[in-house]
């Protein structure tokens, strides 16, 4: 019944096994403790699993694990240097970005897919970026102020 | 910086570096070792009994460790609402952790308990129910009915509660009107949507003691809740205090059904289980109760509110569980409090239906009532050609009125009108056109929405808990340590108590840590609801903070040989006021009361200092605030409709608040943005809809289920802090949560008018609607 | 979990080892290509037979290419590397920029072309787009491969021509004619949302503003499956752009449409909108061309 799975994850390579229906979600909490990816709804519509596969932005979720088998994903752990923050943690904290921070995790993977691709983005650009993540504490504002932070800095 | 001249200040939250790299402290990361994971099977019908459960087959699949069934229970009627004492008269016990009669949907009959959730929800499909199905009702209105479906015994005609008030003559004020205006309005089913869904981990020892973790708002009201529903005494459960929980905003504010059932199937299998709701079991409890009001005012011609009568019925659903509280709130608030107004009565009806139930969603019954009370207002104004701004002004309560809840308490600070006029001014009220005046397709509109009257905490309300309690506890270092019950579910709580520790203590925000606590290690506290925390919770928090620094200034005063009243604390240096020169650190006094006292000395062992400086420095609390101060909102929106299609885009907000005293600025504006979040969503999409013929739920995704995302939102939210310095609360703070998410759904429908000239009395204002109104359907 | 039946997850990289696939799980087997419709339907229960999950994405089929006939899409090319395609920018895949815009990102770097159509869904924002192009599907199955268009596919809501067994492999989108623009326009609640209302308009238009050979495209609830018009395509054909011409097209959609009632809008709703969107495309298409 279980597969075997080779995933890159934040630059680390593991062999696992894994049940066919096995979501990257899945992978990610249960099998590697990878606890910064969350699960919101399980039926992509909330973005709290968004994570990177091959440096785009997915729901965890809805992707089974064994189709992204041999790719290299990147959850929050993997961002930023060390001990270094990644420059959308750091302006997410200072923009007050984080109340219960339960989407945040998703929404900063979100947005660095968008500034990988648009460095400089324009209001309209964030927030259609960050229209697959749901948030219900902050009404976004100071989300989209940190993505500009973080943008213009 | 340290001492008050903290207060105001934004202050980095101490949990956000956590929650940008990964936050591990929510309670769905809990991972126990053997922990079981347990499912709920749930009855697809609305209303039936339970004539058989099999679960044999269930019980020999491998892996499978528990099943529980009605039989397996304690058979006590509870009531889940964790704020009253369990057995307060004014809660409804109706519930029962696992019973066989169907009442709603979705309610669970059994429980299993395996060794993964795979296991465990293939298990669920191999137990066998045999249900009968019995007639269901889902309209409350019906449900009042003669002949309809009686869904609990002895509650004629499904009232399960019909409060009312009276005051003053409301015939007499009918009379002396110029005006009387009329009118019914409605609104929907919403969700709370937090984002970690309800889950818990329960581990029962031998000695039959439960540890509970649990993503709720509330420690103290989980012990209590699940120990009267297990029938057993609240000693034996301790529940911790998660690090912080993702989101709540009332709908955490029960104990569900997953706890009793982690509970016993823990206690069965000798194992920590853990239950994680799905989604789509978030999605069918704990929401906010629709509510149908019907609204009459009488006016003057000069725009005096005369008289008022409202009744009210709520769809409670199956259970009355919130809904025999959020009644009474609703009445009180909702529809009686704002306004002078010699004259009002109304009534109210909690009503059982063969819907889901309802639960404690922030504003706790005056959202409903607020769309009302100020769309009534709204129409009011337009038909006399009276100015909403001077009408509210005119009926408005002021300060050193006495409060409506109480009159025995002065409304002491109050900036209801400072609000009101800062806002107006702000959006450009004066360049409002007349309703429905501008032309082409896409109309623009302004309106405005307002509360009066509302709370700080729930002090004064009946049955209603409100002692709280603090211990604040010096470490060498010169850090503070403070433990409290109130859980931080994201709103900032703990930045604002971490600022008043510091600012009574004297110390850096930074050096002030809010530690872990369970139900053994703190003092009582009510919950994280009701706009309490900073005025409750900071007075509690600076009681604790006080009596800490009292001590410190005891020991000083003898190392300085001063008065202790003469000491103050600021930059952790402990001076003598009027004489900077004569100071001691803060950690040297500390360092003094903790070190052991005797020295060695060329004379041989000596006391350092009087053994009576000796113990560690720690001040607690616990206790009621006095009042319950009333904050004061005023919501101004600016929207645009498009007259061909109905949609409405919100293009801007200007929210302006009396909060007392501003603490913590972006932490305030964060709730303000917050709020219009979820009450742009009341207004314009959200509703959970069910099936009319099945009770089934059709919109338990958010694929369905639709909120505003970062697209929908306005691209202005300008927030506007009034501070009237209230004389009862920390600092002179008041409170800020609910308001937001009460006042936004009035004021878009009055801009909705304002923009096409016709106006929409039921919620949420989706295209369609508009385009009905608008007669174009 | 949701798929209580299932048995293998199969990653074929040819035609013939996939139809073995089918050889042994004939019904009980699924494809999945970026997964995120499958998804939904576990979700809800609905692959409870479900024993193979057949994934696509390692049959090569995630390939673009263009000759002066048209460009050939396989059918595993993913909305983002679609929305890159070259030639995209031109005003005749207005529909299709438009389309594609609609999903969050999270969707678009999953989601396949191939998926989309074979969905079968009428709330979906792409096929709209695609069936205004004049798409031609090509499906393959272990022995066989046959070319259809787009408009062929459909059977019903969620139901389809594909045989089991029988995948889509690349999908056709001949070259548009000079002067030609297209446009899709989606009505919805909130940016993350299934169309209320999708239509999708493509028109050629000479210099004189006369309009040959037009597309009009009915999504998202409409009907049960998008649907062309034929009356409002008859009365754009060979007249003259105008405002009124487009609220006379939009207007002829009236007797061809069976739109749905549901919970999210009425039917009579959606037949209103229809029209409302219809114009308003078509006006939409118009400025690209100006
Ligand atoms: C949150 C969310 C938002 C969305 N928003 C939008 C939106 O705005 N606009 C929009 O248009 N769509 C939207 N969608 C739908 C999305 O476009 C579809 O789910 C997607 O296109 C399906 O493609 P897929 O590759 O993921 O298909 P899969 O999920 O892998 O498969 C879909 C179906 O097609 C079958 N299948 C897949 N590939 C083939 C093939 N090559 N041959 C034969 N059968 C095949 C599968 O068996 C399955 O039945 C949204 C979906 C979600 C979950
Ligand atoms: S958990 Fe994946 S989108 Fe919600
Ligand atoms: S911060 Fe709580 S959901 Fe976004």
Redesign the pocket.
């Known amino acids: 019944m279980k597969k075997t799975l080779v995933l890159t994850v934040n630059g680390e390579r593991h062999e696992l096994q894994v049940s066919a229906d096995a979501t990257l979600l899945r992978v990610l909490r249960d099998e590697l403790g990878l606890y910064g990816t969350k699960r919101g709804c399980d039926?992509?519509?909330c973005g709290c699993c968004t994570v990177h596969v091959d440096g785009n932005s997915v729901?965890a979720c809805?992707v089974y694990a064994l189709s992204v088998d041999g790719s290299a994903v990147t959850t929050i752990e993997g961002l930023g240097n060390g001990d270094r923050l990644d420059p959308l943690q750091d302006a997410f904290i200072r923009a007050g970005a984080v109340q219960c921070g339960y989407c945040t995790c998703g929404m900063i993977m979100s947005a660095r897919e968008l500034l990988a691709g648009t460095p400089k983005p324009d209001e309209e650009q964030i927030r259609h970026a960050i229209a697959?993540n749901l948030c219900r504490c902050t009404g976004y504002t100071k989300i989209v102020d940190a993505i500009k932070m973080a943008a213009g800095s | 910086m340290g001492g008050a001249d903290l207060i105001g200040k934004s202050v980095t939250r101490p949990d956000a570096l956590d929650k940008v790299t990964g936050g591990r402290g929510y309670p769905v990361n809990v991972n126990l070792p053997g922990m079981l994971h347990g499912k709920l099977l749930r009855s697809p019908y609305a209303h039936a009994r339970v004539r058989r459960i099999d679960t044999s087959e269930a019980q020999r699949l491998p892996g499978v460790k528990a099943i529980l069934t009605a039989r397996d229970v304690p058979q006590i009627p509870f009531c889940p609402v964790y704020f009253v004492p369990s057995d307060g008269e004014t809660l409804i016990r109706d519930m029962l952790i696992l019973g066989d009669h169907v009442r709603f949907a979705g309610q669970p009959v059994a429980a299993v308990a395996a060794i993964s959730e795979a296991i465990a929800e293939a298990a669920l499909a191999l137990i066998d129910v045999d249900y009968e199905e019995l007639p269901a009702v889902f309209d409350p209105e019906q449900a009042m009915a003669d002949g309809a479906p009686q869904l609990h015994d002895g509650v004629a005609r499904n009232i399960a509660k019909n409060p009312s008030f009276e005051f003053g003559d409301v015939e007499a004020g009918f009379a002396e009107a110029d005006h009387i205006f009329e009118g019914v309005y409605q609104t929907q089913r919403v969700h709370t949507c937090y984002m970690e869904p309800r889950v818990c981990v329960i581990d029962c020892d031998r000695d039959g003691h439960f540890t509970v973790h649990s993503s709720m708002q509330h420690i103290f009201g989980l012990r209590e809740k699940l120990a009267y529903a297990l029938g057993i005494d609240e000693s034996r459960v301790t529940v911790m205090k998660p690090p912080y929980i993702g989101g709540g905003f009332g709908g955490k504010l029960d104990m569900g059904y997953i706890e009793p059932l982690a509970a016993l199937l823990s206690q069965k299998t000798r194992r920590p289980v853990r239950i994680e709701q799905t989604r789509y079991e978030d999605f069918i409890c704990t929401t906010r109760n629709p509510i149908k009001m019907w609204l009459k005012t009488g006016v003057k011609a000069d725009g005096t509110i005369t008289a008022r009568q409202a009744k009210s019925i709520l769809d409670s659903g199956a259970h009355a569980t919130h809904g025999a509280q959020v009644i009474m709130v609703h009445g009180l608030f909702g529809m009686t409090f704002p306004y002078r107004c010699p004259n009002k009565k109304w009534e109210g009806f909690t009503v059982y239906t063969n819907n889901i139930i309802g639960g404690g969603y922030r504003g706790y019954g005056a959202p409903q009532g607020c769309f009302a009370v100020e769309s009534q207002i709204d129409e009011i104004c337009e038909k006399l050609g009276l100015d909403p701004i001077e009408f509210r002004i005119r009926n408005a309560l002021r300060k050193g009125d006495p409060h409506p809840f109480n009159p025995a308490w002065t409304l002491n600070s109050y900036g209801y009108e400072e609000a009101l006029r800062r806002g107006a001014e702000r959006i450009g009220w004066a360049t409002r056109k007349p309703a429905g005046s501008s032309s082409g397709v896409r109309k623009r509109g302004i309106g405005v929405g307002t509360q009066g009257i509302w709370v700080s905490g729930c002090m004064g309300f009946p049955d209603i808990y409100e002692h709280t309690g603090a211990i604040v506890k010096l470490n060498r270092d010169g850090t503070a340590d403070v433990a409290t019950g109130t859980v931080d579910i994201g709103s900032g709580a703990i930045t604002a108590l971490s600022q008043i520790a510091a600012a009574e203590l004297g110390i850096g925000v930074d050096k002030v840590r809010l530690v872990s606590a369970s139900t053994d290690t703190v003092p009582f506290d009510a919950p994280t609801h009701a706009s309490r925390v900073t005025y409750s919770s900071g007075l509690a928090i600076k009681a604790a903070a006080a009596e800490a620094k009292k001590r410190v200034f005891e020991i000083a005063a003898g190392l300085l040989e001063a008065n202790p009243d003469d000491l103050e604390m600021i930059d952790a240096q402990v001076r003598v006021k009027g004489s900077p020169q004569s100071s001691l650190a803060l950690t040297e006094v500390i360092r003094v009361a903790e070190t052991p006292f005797i020295k060695d000395t060329l004379a041989g062992p000596r006391p350092s200092s009087p053994p009576q400086y000796k113990g560690t420095i720690m001040g607690s609390s616990s206790l009621a605030p006095p009042e319950n101060p009333s904050p004061a909102a005023a919501m101004f929106a600016e929207v645009e409709v498009d007259t061909e299609t109905g949609q409405v885009k919100v293009l801007r907000c200007v929210y302006a608040h009396d909060l007392g005293r501003l603490i913590n600025p972006n932490g305030a504006e964060g709730q303000v943005e917050g709020g219009i979040q979820q009450g742009l969503g009341y207004a314009l999409m959200e509703n959970l809809v069910f099936d009319q013929d099945n009770g089934a739920c059709l919109s338990a995704d958010?694929?369905d289920y639709k909120m505003p995302t970062a697209v929908e939102m306005p691209r202005v939210i300008e927030s506007i802090f009034v501070e009237t310095n209230e004389p009862s609360g920390p600092f002179g703070a008041k409170s800020l949560s609910e308001q937001c998410v009460t006042v936004p759904a009035a004021a878009i429908a009055a801009a909705v008018y304002n923009a096409i000239g016709v106006r929409i009395t039921e919620l949420p204002i989706t295209p369609e609607r508009v385009l009905r109104a608008l007669g174009k359907l | 979990m949701a798929l209580p039946e299932l048995k293998e997850f199969c990653r074929p990289q040819s035609a013939a080892e996939l139809s073995s696939v089918f050889e042994t799980y004939a019904d009980g087997a699924?494809?999945?290509?970026?997964?995120?419709?499958?998804?939904?339907?576990e979700a809800r229960g609905l692959l409870s037979g479900v024993q193979a999950l057949?994934d696509?994405r390692r049959m090569g089929?995630d390939t673009v290419s263009a000759d002066d006939r048209g460009w050939r899409v396989g059918?595993?090319v993913?909305?983002t590397r679609l929305g890159k395609m070259p030639g995209i920018d031109a005003p005749a895949f207005g529909a299709l920029r438009d389309?594609l815009a609609?999903?969050?990102p999270?969707?678009r770097n999953?989601?396949?072309?191939?998926?989309?159509?074979?969905?079968?869904?009428p709330?979906?924002?792409?096929?709209?787009a695609l069936l205004a192009l004049d798409a031609v599907v090509i499906?393959g199955t272990g022995v066989a491969s046959r070319e259809l268009p787009l408009a062929g596919v459909y059977t019903g809501l969620f139901t389809n021509s594909?045989a089991p067994g029988?995948?889509?492999?690349s999908v056709f989108v001949p070259r548009p004619a000079a002067r030609t623009a297209s446009a899709y326009l989606?009505l919805?609640t909130n940016a993350?949302?299934?169309?209320l209302i999708?239509v999708a308009v493509r028109v050629t238009m000479d210099a004189s503003r006369r309009i040959s050979d037009p597309r009009v495209v009915l999504g998202g609830g409409l009907n049960a499956t998008h649907i062309r018009s034929a009356a409002a395509e008859a009365v754009l054909k060979g007249a003259t752009a105008s405002e009124e011409l487009f609220q006379r097209a939009a207007e002829a959609i009236g007797t061809e449409i069976k739109p749905m009632s549901d919970h999210r809008c009425s039917a009579e709703y959606r037949a209103a909108m229809g029209k409302v969107y219809v114009r308003r495309a078509l006006q939409r298409a118009i400025d690209r061309l100006v």
């Open positions: 039926t992509s519509a729901y809805a697959g | 958010f694929l | 699924l494809f999945v290509a970026g997964g995120t419709f499958v998804h939904g339907l057949v696509l089929l059918a595993t993913n909305f389309a609609c999903p969050p999270q969707i999953m989601a396949t072309i191939g998926g989309s159509i074979a969905a079968s869904v709330f979906f924002d792409v096929p709209a499906t594909l029988e995948y889509i492999s989606k919805e993350n949302d299934l169309a999708g």
